[in-house]
């Protein structure tokens, strides 16, 4: 398998422009997250989807980010209008979880993707 | 709220000592602790993944160690080489939750 795969790898925006971050998980795997890295703020939770379905956006800043999930390969992260402040690495991940009660499931993270927004 | 604490935050050593990096948790209700390396600009690759009903985890010159009831793990790098040189992120997923929280990291440098 290929592992996460997020494109693209590198962007460089105006503020007040739309940017859109995409994800492909691995195969298989059932859950997918959304972190954001900063030097300040470390890793942080954006989003979780099980199942396609989002389960937890309490760590979506505000009304400005979105993330979609159509179907079980395929989820985007949507910042509109984007600002200095979003500045920072954007990670996905996936997992397989085979019932909530297991805990034996493994992260994989994607390469990420460095945004800046000037 | 979960709290993940990662001590020390940065660490310099010569090739070839032993290592113990530390995580400490604030809810000791969990489901597993996650071991993860980052390389500079890379994204997270794990380590080790300890299940609550575990008390460690060994890879190669890894092994991680788990006790719930002081909330606390640790990360022992036996002989430690340059090529061990990243940052050491832990995770915490815990009890009914799906979401693990992270530490802020141990930036380790290992110099020949």
């Not at chain 1, 980010?65 to 159509?70: R, T």
């Not at chain 1, 954007?90 to 800046?116: I, M, N, V």
Request: charged share 20%; proline share 7%.
């Amino acid at each position: 398998d290929a592992g996460v795969i997020q494109s693209p790898r590198h962007e460089v925006t105006e503020m007040g422009q739309e940017v859109t971050l995409r994800c492909k998980p691995i195969s298989g795997h059932n859950s997918l997250f959304w972190y954001r890295q900063t030097m300040m703020r470390g890793l942080e939770l954006l989003i979780y989807f099980n199942n396609n379905v989002p389960i937890d956006d309490s760590g979506m800043p505000e009304d400005r980010f979105s993330a979609k999930m159509p179907n079980a390969s395929f989820s985007t992260l949507k910042i509109q209008p984007s600002e200095p402040r979003d500045s920072a690495v954007y990670f996905c991940a996936s997992s397989r979880y085979p019932s909530w009660l297991d805990g034996g499931e493994t992260q994989y993270f994607g390469p990420g993707t460095r945004l800046l927004v000037l | 709220k979960q709290e993940v604490t990662q001590i020390p935050a940065a660490l310099s050593v010569p090739e070839g000592e032993n290592l113990v990096l530390n995580c400490s948790f604030t809810d000791s209700a969990i489901y597993n602790l996650q071991w993860f390396r980052q390389d500079p600009g890379k994204g997270l690759t794990s380590l080790l993944l300890i299940q609550s009903s575990q008390r460690e985890q060994t890879s190669g010159r890894l092994n991680a160690s788990l006790d719930k009831s002081s909330g606390r793990s640790t990360l022992y790098i036996a002989a430690s080489q340059p090529g061990d040189s990243a940052t050491y992120l832990c995770a915490v997923r815990g009890g009914g939750s799906y979401i693990p929280t992270f530490g802020r990291g141990t930036s380790l440098i290992v110099h020949p």
